[in-house]
């Protein structure tokens, strides 16, 4: 059981960084098209 969730903790955290990541590009790429 803790070996799950411990498996399902890292999966939560690698899923949160890349949302996080996504949405700084998303932020960043729509900034550069508001200057143009």
Known sequence: ????????MEET???HHLSVWMRKAWIR???????N
């Not at 790429?29 to 200057?35: C, F, Q, R, V």
Request: no cysteine; hydrophobic share 40%.
């Open 29 to 35: 790429t729509s900034y550069e098209i508001k200057k």
């Open 13 to 15: 955290s690698v899923v």
């Open 1 to 8: 059981m803790e070996i799950w969730s411990n498996g399902m």
